[in-house]
């Protein structure tokens, strides 16, 4: 069984191959490599899979990282259920995504780069879920952070890109300082950091505070807030959000795998993985709900307005993200990473359709000049159709069992604020369903918009791009079947699955208000959907008409709540003015350079005095030699 | 008591040779003390019973490296030689460096004391003969440094016709 | 019998004549017969230890100083010829390009 070391290693191979000879031999061929080893990645991983439903559990150190004092990392890989539902994630859309992207990226001078990094995007990814210590965990979390900064300025003769790229490194280092100050409370309260021992003693440290700037924390709260803040920045919660749109200036199928399926997912899995430090504080449990909840809204109200069809589909994810950690923070971990799971295919669905439809429009990202693709693109229309009635809950879909089961439980669980992360989550799900299908209306629906070069330019996607919609489509359609709630007849084979690991989230609740909450879900999932076609196909004035009545609200969504300006005024002008007046003028003009000019000086003045020694006559040279010898010889017989 | 003798004619001759070497004006008389100086030395070896290696020192010392030398001092200048100064201006310094050295060697050397005898008597030696013995030793014990030494004997071979070669621009 | 002590102080006198010649003449030549003095210094001191202590390998070690010093003469003195021919002098003291 020790296969499974093939997971991570195969796309790590396609990365060293493609970056090594890419350039000189594969070129055109580049793709094959990294589609093999990502298949073949997704095969042991199903095999793997198939092991551990079978009850079996790897826990195995591979090889000793560091030793020092009492401090001991290795290289190790924990498979639980919960890595093995993340493996199949990551490998099914790491896969199709890499297909996907034969089509997309066809003709780019970086092809070979391009797969270069998805494979080490992949490598990095499976090594975060994989770990069995938290320092691993971190390798794989910078690691993926690195290959989105890599792929987020993949256009990097395009200055947005870039500096979205760097955006997102940034805003990721707030979090990520947390995240590693989460680390070290870890090693200093249990004295290792690898995940058995440290969520076996969790429980005995439930009571304990430490003192922390001055005031007494309970242990376990700081721990968990810490290590969430890692999640905050990597899953784009408030106030941390801000670099996931931005990410969008990267090609469609990097924003499909990291910036939707993947990457960005690896903060709820992070709690998830965490649940029993998380569990041991109401607080910090508290706190993930309620960023959740909120995040959630506030993505969800600034996708109502936006125009460009990433960017509406970015603040989906956020959307959908702030769900997630909704799900977690009511100890619904199960829920959490159920809508984890399915999320992954609708979302990454979406954006490869919204790249399809960008491939078909030469780029074009506005909404206002689609319109009418429908009859284009039918393999693009209706996927995306089906993807957006998964995320709209509507029943049957994957979309809708994840998301009644995260209601549910935030409806019946133990938390305090259970009801009211219930009613964002309810009013979340009817701006999901609005915007998700405002999307849909607006591009490929009704008439086109564009120019007529762009009409005459349309055409379905090429074979590369469509299959995997297809496949990619199965999953949105099919990957919820697997948690049918018993309500509905199901088994809840998902919420079993993960048991041993997360726990069983306790509802109380009787089976009238189960049938309420989710009623109410789908009565809102609908109406959005209903209200959108009333405002984008029955009566297209109306958006219009409401914009301009209320224009102070909608300017404030269109400029999504000015959070940008606000941190430009508060942490990057301020940034660069200090950089600019007191680190160039000062520190730069006036230490650094007076370092580096006065050393050279001290040093020419006193070489002045010391090339006197070299007179270059040979005998002197030797009667010091020989007085070197004398004095050497007089210290050894005189000492 | 005719041992003591011998060696004393030997030291006084030899410790007077090299001051004649380093101190004479011409190059070519230095030369010439010097080959009297190594037949002495070649002398004070055979009475330590070191036949071979006084035979290799009046050969490959007088016979070849003198010659050498003397080849070279007659390709430079020599009359000019003979009217120059022929120490350095900082002459005493180095007088009194290497007085000083050696006033610490010979303190040294009174306090040695020597290691019991080894198993290569002068009865062994007669019975083997010197340069038996002396040649098993050195292609048994020590062939890997012979075999190096004929490799620097090889570089010096190439060294010297390389660097004594006259530069000739070929265009 | 001659006592050790006798040889080595000879070969410590013969040795420092060779370091004094060395360290004052100014022709080069001298200066590398200098240096063949101070081997033969030394090679007087092997020789007598390997009489005093009954082991050959003292000659052998002074075998191989032959060795080199037949090499260090080629090599040294074609750089003496080497260097004439480019200064036409013989006089350390007048080549002084390495001073700073």
């Known amino acids: ?639 | 008591m005719l041992a003591k003798l011998f060696f004393g004619y030997y030291a006084v001759v030899i410790i007077f040779l090299s001051l004649l070497v380093i101190t004479r004006k011409n190059p070519v008389h230095s030369v010439m003390w010097m080959l009297l100086l190594f037949f002495h030395i070649a002398g004070l070896y055979l009475f330590l019973n070191a036949e071979f290696i006084a035979a290799i020192q009046v050969i490959v010392y007088a016979g070849a490296i003198l010659v050498l030398f003397l080849f070279v001092v007659l390709l430079l200048n020599l009359r000019e030689e003979l009217q120059v100064e022929r120490f350095v201006g900082s002459w005493p310094a180095g007088l009194i460096i290497a007085v000083a050295i050696f006033a610490i060697v010979v303190n040294v050397i009174r306090s040695f004391v020597l290691a019991p005898p080894g198993k290569y008597s002068i009865e062994y030696i007669k019975e083997a003969t010197h340069t038996k013995a002396l040649g098993t030793i050195l292609y048994t014990e020590y062939l890997f440094p012979f075999e190096i030494a004929s490799l620097v004997l090889l570089i010096a071979i190439i060294g010297a016709i390389v660097l004594a070669k006259r530069k000739t621009r070929s265009h | ?100």
């Open chain 1, 1 to 639: 069984m020790n296969n499974y070391l093939l997971i991570p290693f195969l796309p790590l191979a396609a990365f060293l191959i493609n970056i090594l000879l890419g350039r000189n031999f594969l070129k055109e061929k580049a793709h094959w490599v990294s589609i093999l080893a990502v298949a073949g990645s997704w095969v042991v991983a199903v095999m793997t899979l198939v092991d551990i439903l079978a009850g079996h559990k790897i826990n195995q150190d591979l090889y000793t990282w560091i030793v020092s004092g009492n401090f001991k990392v290795s290289v190790g890989f924990l498979i639980d259920e919960l890595t093995a539902v993340m493996l199949i994630v990551v490998t099914t859309c790491s896969t199709l995504i890499h297909i996907y992207s034969v089509g997309y990226m066809h003709g780019d001078k970086g092809y070979y780069r391009f797969f270069a990094y998805l494979s080490l995007f992949t490598f990095c990814m499976l090594m975060l879920v994989m770990a069995n210590n938290f320092l691993q965990l971190y390798f794989g979390w910078e690691g993926v952070g690195l290959c989105s900064y890599f792929l987020i300025g993949y256009y990097f003769d395009k200055k947005s890109a870039s500096d979205a790229g760097k955006k997102a490194f940034i805003v990721n280092r707030f979090g990520d300082f947390g995240f590693g100050l989460g680390i070290i409370m870890i090693f200093l309260t249990f004295g290792t950091i690898y995940y058995e021992p440290v969520f076996a003693q969790a429980g005995g440290f439930a009571n304990n505070t430490v003192n922390f700037l001055g005031y007494d924390v309970h242990l376990m709260t700081l721990i968990a807030l810490l290590l969430f803040c890692g999640s905050i920045g990597k899953s784009a919660q408030m106030p941390l959000h801000v670099w996931l749109p931005d990410a969008m200036e990267g090609p469609t199928p990097v924003s499909a795998l990291i910036h939707a399926a993947t990457m960005v997912t690896a903060g709820v899995f992070l709690v998830a993985r965490c649940s029993p430090i998380f569990s041991l504080s109401e607080t910090a449990l508290m706190v993930v709900a309620l960023t959740g909840a909120i995040t959630s809204l506030f993505a969800a109200t600034i996708g109502l307005v936006q125009n460009d069809i990433k960017r509406i589909i970015a603040y989906s994810t956020i959307s959908q993200l702030g769900y997630m950690f909704l799900a977690c923070g009511v100890g619904a971990y199960t829920a959490g990473v159920f809508h984890l799971y399915t999320h992954a295919f609708f979302k990454a669905l979406l954006f490869l359709c919204a790249g399809s439809v960008m491939h078909a429009m030469a780029g074009e990202l506005n909404l206002q000049k689609m319109g009418g693709l429908k009859k284009y693109m039918p393999v693009t229309y209706l996927t995306m159709l089906l993807a957006s009635l998964s995320i709209a809950g509507v029943p049957g879909f994957a979309g809708f069992f994840s998301k009644d089961e995260i209601l549910w439980l935030a409806y019946s669980g133990p938390s305090p604020v259970g009801k009211f992360v219930w009613l964002i989550g309810t009013i979340v799900a009817f701006l999901t369903a609005f915007y998700s299908f405002r999307l849909i209306f607006l591009t490929f629906h009704g008439k086109f918009r564009g120019t007529h070069e762009q009409e005459h330019h349309l055409h379905e996607s090429p074979k590369f791009m469509t299959i995997p919609l297809m496949l990619l489509c199965v999953g949105a359609i099919a990957s919820g079947w697997v948690g049918i709630p018993h309500l509905l007849g199901g088994g809840a084979h998902f919420t079993e699955f993960m048991k041993p690991v997360l726990g069983h989230p306790e509802g109380h609740g009787t089976h009238a208000e189960e049938w309420m909450v989710m009623a109410i879900s789908v009565i809102a999932g609908f109406s959005g959907i209903g209200l959108a076609y009333f405002m984008y196909l029955k009566r297209a004035d109306i958006p219009v008409k409401i914009a301009q009545q209320f224009s102070g609200v909608h300017r404030l969504l269109f400029n999504k709540y000015y959070v940008d300006e606000l941190y430009s005024f508060l942490i990057v002008r301020p940034a660069i003015w200090t950089a600019k007046n007191i680190l160039i003028g000062i520190t730069d003009a006036k230490i650094i350079e007076a370092i580096v000019n006065g050393v050279p000086k001290a040093i020419g003045i006193f070489s002045e005095q010391l090339r006197k020694f070299q007179t270059g006559r040979l005998q002197h040279y030797a009667s010091i030699m020989a007085l070197g010898i004398l004095i050497i010889i007089a210290l050894m017989l005189w000492r």
């Open chain 3, 1 to 100: 019998m001659v006592p050790l002590n006798w040889y080595l102080m000879l070969s410590a006198a013969v040795f420092m004549i060779g370091v004094f010649g060395f360290l004052t003449r100014r022709n080069i030549i001298i200066m590398f017969m200098s240096v063949e003095l101070m081997l033969n210094g030394v090679n007087i001191s092997l020789i007598s230890f390997s009489h005093y202590l009954q082991d050959l390998r003292g000659q052998i070690l002074v075998f191989f100083i032959i060795t080199v010093a037949a090499a260090e003469a080629a090599i040294g003195l074609a750089i003496i010829i080497a260097l004439f021919r480019n200064k036409s002098t013989a006089h350390v003291d007048e080549m002084n390009e390495m001073k700073g």
